[in-house]
């Protein structure tokens, strides 16, 4: 049996971790509280379940004992967070969980650790898929820290298309009057562009192949997005490694500078030296400059 449950609050981890799992073989399915997890069991078996620690209505720890000792579940039954791992491993030790996964060691961490501990799924692993680890516990540091690349425009020129097809670029922004404006002048240069205000968007756009971006142009404080958690978890997936992270943000350059060397961002242009480049141009007289 190759069922795996993942338990999370954050919608957008548990698909990507779904998906990711369903495209390496496995049967997996998502809940993100106690209701749905409830749900989900009647559903059948699990081989593994692999929980968060830290949800607003329940703790993963807690979960262990209510699964063991309540529910019955045989399950191995798995931590996944992104506290450091020693308080991870002693959770693990005191809950009675079968092991650990650190979140900042991304997609490929799941998939070894869920190898690790019950084994390839039953109709075998596909090739592009990496070797399990030692353990179901990884450590993998994340991203490099970029050098920051503020600028007077968004940076992009007219470039040639990619594989036959123009670039893409995403805009994550929930202000839709400013990403319909950058919207604009990329598409005027040459760009495919889509437009997410949502993490549930963006994460639907990056997952299909069809339109996939080649770079994430990224709003950092948003209220429906953590810019700075999406950013990491692209940034520490390998199934996204060709896709390029900018953050376009007015917050203080500082700022930028520390989630582009801790979220792995590819550089950062402020928000306010973008917008005032789009208006300079519409300003500027026929003939004056680019």
Known sequence: MSRVLVID???MLVE???????AAGYQASGAQDLASLDQKL???PFALILMDVN???MFGDDVVEYLRRQKKVTAKLVLYSDISEAEL???????????YILKSGGLEAVLGGVMGLIGAPALGVPAAVP?????ATSDAPQAA?????PGASTGLKAAPSTGGRKPRILIVDDSEMTARIIEADLVAKGFEVHVADTADKATKIILKKQTRPDLVLLDVRMPNVNGEQFCRFIKSNSLFKGIKVLLCSGENVEELQRIC???GADGYIPKDAVMGNLVAKELMPPGGGE
């Open 42 to 44: 009647t559903e059948g």
């Open 55 to 57: 949800m607003p209505e």
């Open 131 to 135: 070797p399990p680890p030692a353990s």
């Open 16 to 22: 990507l971790t779904v998906r990711a799992l369903t």
């Open 145 to 149: 820290a970029p050098a920051a690349a």
């Open 89 to 99: 491993a002693g959770k693990t030790k005191a809950s009675g969980a079968d092991g």
């Open 261 to 263: 060397r801790e979220a």
């Open 9 to 11: 609050d954050s919608p």
